[in-house]
């Protein structure tokens, strides 16, 4: 009984045979539809060993994007993969894909990305991303590669043509800043020379009114002479003159010239100065010999304010670099104002020494009325006068007519002495008290064979002053 259940043989064969042709059925219809999913897909799907050439086993219908049949690489095999890669690319995959291999534990499942670029049977430039997994054989090695390949050169270019339009804006911004920049930089540069024409206008006006001053100044330093010495000619007209007057007369006459001539040649100088037309020599000078006829040219002044008169010329002090007339010119000036400054009977000295070993030093000393301090900042300026500090006999001004009888000049001496020592790169400073005196200290370099040129003027280009 148990057999008439049980099928027969034949019976089972055929149950058998319809199972396995609905498998195969089956199969082909799943190897159908597999085919025609990969063949529809936008890339091409392959499968390659990982020797040299990349030698295809598998090559989808997609590869007819890059104009060749899947044939080509799989049965003729008249192409390789290796041939399609771009030369340029063709090291660096394959560097790429042996550190994959390298560094991935054997059965690895994990998929890969390549971007590389292949050349298309046409010869055109495709850019391409390959995703990819390792097959390995039974032993774990990575024989082949399976994966899919998409062409991504609409969207490299698209990228490009991005980047390129990117640049193209930041090239165009930065050419926007330069110029938004740029007219800034016109902007400053106009408003810096409005502001320098305005500044200049001020110097102008400035230079003008220093003129008028200085005009009204002149004028006035010259008219009073000339006053005094129209006046004492006039005596001298008159019949009945005593000897002596007239001695007295013709000394007040010869004295008021002198003043008239020691302007006129400091303000010969001091334009000339001014213009840079004063030629100054470039020589070894001995400062005791400077100071040697500093002190005969003024010996008389001081004399006849008997005051006392010290000089230490410093001998054996190194040389100093310059102009011996000029330096003298400077000094005399310095001391002509201690002189004139300092009360009869008061003392004024001179002395030298070594400052550093660079430079020599001069100080010039006196006894006399001292200068304020808000004076102090300013003698060196051309006009400026500096207040009579406690004067009894004055308004304070040295201009008043006490003032200027006690003080003549017009605040040009230290003007005209500064710029001669600052032409031999010295300087000149000063210390005083108001009624106790003066100290001008005078620093200059002292000579050096290296640095310093040999003189090429023979002129000295200063007007000869008349206490040479
Ligand atoms: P000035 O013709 O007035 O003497 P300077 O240029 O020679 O002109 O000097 C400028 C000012 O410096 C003087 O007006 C005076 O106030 C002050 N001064 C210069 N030297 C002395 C000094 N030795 N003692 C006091 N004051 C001085």
């Known amino acids: 009984m148990h057999q008439d259940l049980t099928p027969d043989d034949n019976s089972l064969r055929d149950v ?21 999913m990969i063949s529809n897909l936008p890339g091409i799907v392959y499968r ?5 050439r990349w030698t295809s086993e598998f090559m989808s ?42 560094g991935s534990a054997p059965f690895n499942t994990t998929s890969f990305l390549l971007s590389y670029r292949l050349i298309a049977a046409s010869g055109e430039l495709k850019h391409i991303r390959d995703r990819f997994r390792f097959v390995y054989n ?52 106009a408003e810096a020379a409005t502001a320098e024409a305005e500044r200049a206008r001020a110097r102008a006006v400035r230079a003008n009114r220093a003129k008028d001053e200085f005009l009204q100044m002149v004028s006035h330093e010259f008219r009073t002479p000339l006053t005094t010495i129209k006046a004492a000619a006039r005596v001298l007209l008159h019949n009945g003159v005593s000897e002596e007057e007239r001695c007295e007369y013709l000394e007040t006459i010869a004295t008021e010239c002198d003043r008239q001539i020691d302007m006129i040649i400091n303000l010969l100088d001091i334009s000339r100065l001014e213009e840079g037309a004063v030629d100054l020599k470039h020589e070894r000078v001995a400062i005791a010999e400077v100071l040697c006829s ?22 054996g002090l190194p040389p100093v ?73 004055t308004d304070g001004t040295p201009d008043d ?27 000149i400073e000063v210390q005083s008290q108001p009624g106790r005196g003066s100290r001008f200290s005078i620093r200059l370099p002292v000579w050096n064979e290296a640095a310093h040129e040999p003189d090429r003027a023979d002129e000295y280009g200063f007007e000869e002053d008349t206490q040479s």
């Open 401 to 427: 007519a006490a003032g200027r009888a006690e003080t003549p000049g017009v605040g040009l001496g230290l003007y005209l002495a500064e710029r001669l020592i600052r032409a031999h790169d010295g300087r």
């Open 321 to 393: 670099y310059g102009d011996a007339k000029a330096l003298r010119r400077a000094l005399c000036t310095i001391i002509e104002n201690c002189v004139k400054y300092t009360p009869e009977e008061g003392r004024i000295t001179v002395s030298a020494e070594l400052w550093s070993p660079e430079e020599v030093a001069v100080h010039v000393t006196d006894t006399g009325r001292g200068i304020l301090a808000e004076d102090l900042p300013h003698i060196f300026e051309k006009f400026y006068r500096g207040k009579v500090p406690n004067a009894p006999s």
């Open 48 to 52: 390659c060993r990982t020797d040299e």
């Open 138 to 189: 039974g032993m774990g090695e990575a024989v082949a590669l399976e994966g899919v390949i998409t062409d991504v050169t609409e969207l490299m270019l698209a990228e490009e043509e991005r980047s390129r339009a990117e640049e193209e804006r930041v090239s165009l911004l930065a050419l926007e800043q330069r110029a938004r920049r740029e007219a800034e930089q016109e902007r400053e540069a």
């Open 294 to 315: 500093c002190e005969r040219i003024e010996r008389h002044a001081t004399q006849a304010r008997r005051q006392e008169f010290n000089v230490e010329k410093g001998d």
């Open 16 to 36: 058998g045979q319809i199972d396995q042709r609905q498998v195969e059925r089956r199969l082909q219809e799943r190897e159908r539809f597999l085919r025609t």
């Open 61 to 102: 219908g997609g590869v007819e994007l890059i104009g060749y049949a899947p044939e080509d690489f799989t049965e003729t095999r008249r192409v390789a993969w290796d041939d399609v890669m771009h030369p340029e690319d063709r090291e660096r995959v394959r560097a790429e894909v042996r550190a994959l291999i390298e």
